[in-house]
């Protein structure tokens, strides 16, 4: 980096962003295997979330390597760098004054806790989709471990790749036995207990 580059205060603070939307910022990280529910259960919380007034943003892992990672691969160094960016921009979200979900595969313990690393504590909420791989491998929704399986996927995650589980999640989700309303309604508690949000809708 650069040793010209200073960092700006801005004017308004990062507390003011959060106030003026009647919020507190959070980051609800899911990570899981492919076919998990993450997208599904991530996409139903802030489907709920929004409902009950509160302002979000949810990014996608096939949506992010459109964009803003489309230069990046399946390599290990690329791996770390899809997540490293992804947290980055989750940071700034949270910065802004969202709740913050996002959703990717994220296999390694390193890579969730470099993540982990860049918010203050009780902000980032590591949520682990914790459905067993048969399961997954059953759904399939996109067809990934069948064509994994096949040979036609290398690297997959679960099948010649390790994905590391995380021992000390916030919040553990096993699709395989709860609902996308039980998952959703486990969110909401958990948020709840913890005051970052409120029963009768915005207020901080
Ligand atoms: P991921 O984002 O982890 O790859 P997806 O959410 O894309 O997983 O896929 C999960 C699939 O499992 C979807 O097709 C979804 O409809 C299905 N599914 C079945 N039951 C559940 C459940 N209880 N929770 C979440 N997804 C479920």
Redo the contacts with the bound molecule.
């Keep these: 980096m650069s040793s010209n580059i200073v960092w700006h205060n801005h004017k308004i603070t990062r507390a003011e962003r959060a106030t003026i939307k009647h919020q507190k910022p959070c980051l609800l990280w ?1 990570t ?12 139903a919380l802030d489907v709920a979330l929004h409902h009950r007034g509160y302002h979000t943003f949810l990014l ?2 096939d949506n992010v390597r459109h964009g803003l990672n489309k230069d990046l691969g399946f390599s290990d160094s690329d791996r770390v760098e899809n997540i490293r960016r992804i947290g980055e921009v989750s940071k700034l979200f949270t910065d802004s004054g969202l709740i913050v979900l996002s ?1 990717f ?1 994220s296999p390694f313990t390193s890579d969730r806790r470099m993540v982990r690393n860049l918010f203050p504590a009780g902000e980032f909420i590591e949520v682990f ?1 914790d ?1 067993p791989l048969a399961t ?1 491998e059953e ?1 399939d ?2 067809g990934l471990y069948q064509k994994a399986r096949a040979g036609q996927i290398k690297h997959f995650t679960g099948i010649d790749s390790p994905y590391e589980a995380p021992e000390r999640a916030e919040v553990c989700l096993d ?2 036995e ?3 309303d ?2 959703v309604d486990s969110l909401i508690d958990y948020l709840l207990e913890r005051g970052l949000i409120f029963q009768n809708g915005q207020s901080a």
């Design positions: 899911f899981g295997l492919s076919g998990s529910g993450k997208s599904t259960i991530a996409n996608d892992g959703a595969i989709m459905t997954c759904r929704p996109k699709t395989s709860m609902t996308v039980d998952c």
